[in-house]
């Protein structure tokens, strides 16, 4: 439970951050360039080194290990698939359909909402999807830095040389990362607006 | 009612698109802007409802100035169909059609009542239609919903950017008239971009034919076709330009020209409505599906025989004895 | 556009600026001591890390790219299918979860930690090798054929090159969360630069963690930018254009 936990407010937390930041950048091609760039360097950090890095800073604060450093990482992981999701998405929707709520009057707030952001959720469900999977994963990793989760399971396994438990863990974390991943796919079918 | 005033749109300070274009549009006149791809006719078009910002010059819409009104409620009071019709594929087709209505914030009640005024208008029965989405549609039914959306909010002027430019030439004949019909009830004032002659003279009032942004010629069909002003012009239109203002009338405008050969009751004969395009009975003269064709009026009752001399006769009467029209 | 340029230098600048501010303080706290103390044990864990990536990534590349071929040849269309869904099911277990698996199977070792991550590398590469070749235009495949190149010269001359970038990106994927799961085989008795990272976890020493993160993020990071490049210049110019 802690795993979903962390795991769900974690995705939140990054939705409401990664959607409208997407958003904006399809306002600003130069600043969208640059911010997926600094995003897809952070997620090229494996996340036991960003742990590692992210332990020392936060110890200064009192918060080196357990549930803060583990949530931060899971939010910046996320950013890349979300943002660039979002961003590709809208920038995607067809340009006569955009040119088209121009011209008969819409503003652009009207736009966002009833056009260009319906069109665009398959590709940013499908962000949000991949966001989860990969947190589910990184979140059994940060087991290790006191964040408790299934990742303890495994790790408590090899301490103790239990195999048993070690592959219980790593089955049921296994489970419920493609258990949610088929779950979210369900949803990203059955929220699409039906006439995409 | 549509006043183009010294127009001009210059692009990354030296491309002229549009150059110095002068002309008006008077109420309830279709106007075809037509010309090659990049003759900027489009780019005038999109600056009557400011999609394109206007570089010198001005626009007057009802006497007022395009640039100082309000973009937003200046274009909602403005139809717009585009050629890949822009329905929002997320939405039903009456969300599609009613969305000027309900941005204006119209009632319930009225909007449903202008929904199935319009399907019936553009003939799709609105319960079979209200629920679906776009893509469940023809590409004609699309396009039909397109207009219908334009029309939605009843707007006195109309922007159409090759309608039909997308569909197969069948079904674009068929709308076509269709759309002829329905201006004909709504008598909207209205631009029309097409790169096609034949669509051109078909659909306009009047055509206004560009290039390289300048406006070559702005009169009615006949004109344009049986008085070229340039060379570029006479190109345009076509060393057919006869046969092709043929369609511009009607058995009905020959008769009422030149007198027909009496019918004698000997053998059967082809007939023809009084409504028939000229175009298709010189066709069907030339066809040898017959020598000659007796033409019939509403009634149904025999008022002569066509032949094609007398067809040679009504023409020549129209090019050389018409006075000239100006626009 | 001067300004929305502006604000994203601004935003650039910024990164760096957080990136050269954490190194100045590691750097002033001392933090690298154990890699300049101990330099012949940095090295130890460094090899013992590129040969645990090197092995399970060469391995996986020799075999996820002839078979991603393989699957795609029409004799084997049916078997795509499958394939396709067990490399996407595949690369949704959590890394941790298939050292596990590893572990409780080959036991403890780098044997077990370079099997795990030889299956766990050959999913994305075989992914999207299927993937490239597949997106190849039908139309173009058609016209070979119309003119008469046999199914290997179709295979070599076209969907390779058409597919190369797809299947270089799959490498890259690969590779970047190899070294990142290669930290994860000090667990499981694998070695490799996760025994400093580790252990500062275990001592709550600063000095080890960031002497075993920083070097995986800086292997990770130009790694990803290598294959980068690669996948600019082996990518053919006429689709490099035809990208744009």
């Given at each position: 439970?802690?795993?979903?936990?962390?795991?769900?407010?974690?995705?939140?937390?990054?939705?409401?951050?990664?959607?409208?930041?997407?958003?904006?950048?399809?306002?600003?091609?130069?600043?969208?360039?640059?911010?997926?760039?600094?995003?897809?360097?952070?997620?090229t950090i494996p996340s036991i080194a960003l742990?590692?890095?992210?332990?020392?800073?936060?110890?200064?604060?009192?918060?080196?290990?357990?549930?803060?450093?583990?949530?931060?990482?899971?939010?910046?992981?996320?950013?890349?698939?979300?943002?660039?999701?979002?961003?590709?998405?809208?920038?995607?929707?067809?340009?006569?359909?955009?040119?088209?709520?121009?011209?008969?009057?819409?503003?652009?707030?009207?736009?966002?909402?009833?056009?260009?952001?319906?069109?665009?959720?398959?590709?940013?469900?499908?962000?949000?999807?991949?966001?989860?999977?990969l947190?589910?994963g990184v979140?059994a990793i940060?087991?290790y830095?006191?964040?408790?989760?299934?990742g303890?399971?495994i790790?408590?396994?090899?301490?103790?040389?239990?195999?048993?438990?070690?592959?219980?863990?790593a089955?049921?974390?296994?489970?419920?990362?493609?258990?949610?991943?088929?779950?979210?796919?369900?949803?990203?079918?059955?929220?699409?607006?039906?006439?995409? | 009612?549509?006043?183009?005033?010294?127009?001009?749109?210059?692009?990354?300070?030296?491309?002229?698109?549009?150059?110095?274009?002068?002309?008006?549009?008077?109420?309830?006149?279709?106007?075809?802007?037509?010309?090659?791809?990049?003759?900027?006719?489009?780019?005038?078009?999109?600056?009557?409802?400011?999609?394109?910002?206007?570089?010198?010059?001005?626009?007057?819409?009802?006497?007022?100035?395009?640039?100082?009104?309000?973009?937003?409620?200046?274009?909602?009071?403005?139809?717009?169909?585009?050629?890949?019709?822009?329905?929002?594929?997320?939405?039903?087709?009456?969300?599609?059609?009613?969305?000027?209505?309900?941005?204006?914030?119209?009632?319930?009640?009225?909007?449903?009542?202008?929904?199935?005024?319009?399907?019936?208008?553009?003939?799709?029965?609105?319960?079979?239609?209200?629920?679906?989405?776009?893509?469940?549609?023809?590409?004609?039914?699309?396009?039909?919903?397109?207009?219908?959306?334009?029309?939605?909010?009843?707007?006195?002027?109309?922007?159409?950017?090759?309608?039909?430019?997308?569909?197969?030439?069948?079904?674009?004949?068929?709308?076509?008239?269709?759309?002829?019909?329905?201006?004909?009830?709504?008598?909207?004032?209205?631009?029309?971009?097409?790169?096609?002659?034949?669509?051109?003279?078909?659909?306009?009032?009047?055509?206004?034919?560009?290039?390289?942004?300048?406006?070559?010629?702005?009169?009615?069909?006949?004109?344009?076709?049986?008085?070229?002003?340039?060379?570029?012009?006479?190109?345009?239109?076509?060393?057919?330009?006869?046969?092709?203002?043929?369609?511009?009338?009607?058995?009905?405008?020959?008769?009422?020209?030149?007198?027909?050969?009496?019918?004698?009751?000997?053998?059967?004969?082809?007939?023809?409505?009084?409504?028939?395009?000229?175009?298709?009975?010189?066709?069907?003269?030339?066809?040898?599906?017959?020598?000659?064709?007796?033409?019939?009026?509403?009634?149904?009752?025999?008022?002569?025989?066509?032949?094609?001399?007398?067809?040679?006769?009504?023409?020549?009467?129209?090019?050389?004895?018409?006075?000239?029209?100006?626009? | 556009?001067?300004?929305?340029?502006?604000?994203?230098?601004?935003?650039?600048?910024?990164?760096?600026?957080?990136?050269?501010?954490?190194?100045?303080?590691?750097?002033?706290?001392?933090?690298?001591?154990?890699?300049?103390?101990?330099?012949?044990?940095?090295?130890?864990?460094?090899?013992q890390h590129i040969?645990i990536v090197f092995i399970s990534g060469?391995?996986a590349?020799?075999?996820?790219?002839?078979?991603?071929?393989?699957?795609?040849?029409?004799?084997?269309?049916?078997?795509?299918?499958?394939?396709?869904?067990?490399?996407?099911?595949g690369q949704?277990i959590p890394s941790l979860a298939v050292l596990a698996l590893a572990m409780?199977?080959?036991?403890?070792?780098m044997?077990a930690a370079i099997v795990a991550l030889f299956i766990y590398s050959l999913l994305p590469?075989?992914?999207?090798?299927?993937?490239?070749?597949?997106?190849?235009?039908?139309?173009?495949?058609?016209?070979?054929?119309?003119?008469?190149?046999?199914?290997?010269?179709?295979?070599?001359?076209?969907?390779?090159?058409?597919?190369?970038?797809?299947?270089?990106?799959?490498?890259?994927t690969a590779l970047v969360i190899n070294i990142g799961t290669a930290a994860l085989a000090y667990l499981i008795?694998g070695g490799g630069l996760g025994?400093?990272i580790?252990?500062?976890?275990?001592?709550?020493?600063?000095?080890?963690?960031?002497?075993?993160?920083?070097?995986v993020t800086?292997l990770a990071?130009?790694v990803?930018?290598?294959?980068?490049?690669?996948?600019?210049?082996?990518?053919?110019?006429?689709?490099?254009?035809?990208?744009?």
């Open positions: 439970m802690e795993h979903v936990q962390l795991v769900g407010l974690a995705i939140i937390v990054s939705i409401l951050i990664g959607v409208p930041l997407g958003v904006y950048l399809t306002t600003n091609e130069y600043l969208a360039e640059s911010v997926l760039q600094i995003f897809s360097i952070i997620m742990f590692g890095v992210m332990i020392p800073i936060l110890s200064t604060i009192g918060q080196g290990i357990g549930f803060l450093p583990a949530f931060i990482a899971l939010v910046l992981y996320s950013q890349l698939p979300i943002i660039r999701n979002t961003y590709t998405g809208i920038n995607e929707v067809d340009p006569n359909i955009r040119d088209a709520a121009k011209g008969l009057g819409m503003t652009t707030l009207q736009r966002l909402i009833k056009v260009e952001i319906p069109n665009a959720m398959p590709l940013i469900m499908a962000g949000v999807r991949t966001a989860t999977v947190n589910i979140g940060a087991a830095i006191g964040a408790g989760g299934l303890s399971l790790n408590q396994g090899i301490s103790r040389s239990n195999t048993t438990m070690v592959l219980v863990g089955v049921v974390v296994s489970i419920l990362a493609i258990v949610v991943d088929q779950l979210l796919r369900y949803f990203e079918k059955r929220f699409t607006p039906k006439g995409i | 009612m549509l006043e183009f005033k010294n127009v001009s749109k210059i692009y990354n300070g030296n491309k002229k698109a549009v150059d110095h274009v002068n002309f008006n549009v008077d109420e309830g006149e279709l106007v075809v802007l037509l010309g090659p791809s990049g003759c900027g006719k489009t780019t005038l078009l999109r600056m009557v409802n400011q999609l394109e910002s206007i570089t010198e010059g001005d626009i007057h819409l009802n006497n007022k100035s395009v640039k100082e009104s309000n973009k937003i409620e200046m274009r909602r009071k403005i139809g717009y169909v585009i050629q890949s019709n822009g329905l929002f594929p997320n939405m039903t087709i009456e969300k599609n059609v009613m969305i000027v209505p309900d941005l204006l914030g119209w009632d319930r009640k009225k909007q449903l009542d202008r929904f199935n005024y319009l399907m019936e208008l553009i003939g799709l029965h609105p319960d079979e239609y209200r629920k679906r989405y776009p893509h469940e549609l023809s590409g004609g039914q699309q396009q039909r919903v397109g207009v219908a959306r334009a029309l939605a909010a009843d707007p006195p002027v109309m922007l159409m950017d090759e309608p039909f430019g997308a569909l197969d030439p069948i079904i674009r004949t068929k709308i076509q008239d269709e759309f002829l019909q329905i201006q004909k009830e709504i008598k909207k004032t209205i631009l029309f971009v097409s790169h096609d002659i034949d669509e051109a003279v078909k659909m306009g009032d009047k055509i206004a034919l560009f290039r390289d942004g300048q406006l070559q010629q702005y009169n009615h069909p006949f004109e344009i076709l049986h008085r070229p002003a340039n060379e570029f012009v006479s190109e345009f239109v076509g060393q057919d330009r006869v046969l092709k203002s043929t369609s511009l009338y009607s058995v009905k405008d020959l008769v009422d020209s030149v007198s027909l050969t009496g019918y004698q009751k000997a053998g059967s004969v082809q007939t023809v409505q009084e409504d028939t395009s000229l175009r298709i009975v010189i066709s069907k003269l030339l066809n040898q599906e017959a020598e000659q064709l007796a033409v019939e009026d509403t009634k149904g009752k025999i008022k002569g025989i066509l032949t094609l001399d007398l067809v040679e006769k009504f023409l020549y009467k129209q090019i050389k004895e018409t006075p000239k029209r100006t626009g | 556009m001067k300004t929305k340029k502006r604000i994203a230098w601004i935003v650039k600048i910024l990164f760096w600026l957080i990136v050269i501010t954490f190194f100045t303080w590691t750097i002033m706290n001392d933090m690298f001591r154990p890699i300049v103390e101990d330099f012949g044990e940095f090295t130890h864990l460094l090899g040969i060469l391995l590349i020799l075999i996820s790219i002839p078979l991603g071929i393989l699957v795609t040849r029409k004799s084997f269309q049916k078997s795509e299918f499958w394939i396709v869904n067990m490399a996407n099911l949704t409780g199977f080959l036991g403890i070792g044997k590469i075989l992914q999207n090798t299927i993937a490239g070749i597949r997106s190849v235009d039908k139309n173009t495949i058609d016209a070979a054929r119309g003119i008469g190149l046999t199914p290997f010269q179709i295979l070599i001359k076209i969907e390779l090159p058409n597919a190369a970038s797809s299947i270089i990106a799959g490498i890259r008795g025994a400093w580790f252990t500062g976890i275990r001592l709550f020493d600063n000095a080890f963690l960031i002497s075993g993160a920083v070097p800086l990071i130009l990803d930018y290598f294959f980068k490049i690669m996948q600019q210049v082996l990518v053919p110019k006429g689709l490099r254009l035809a990208k744009k």
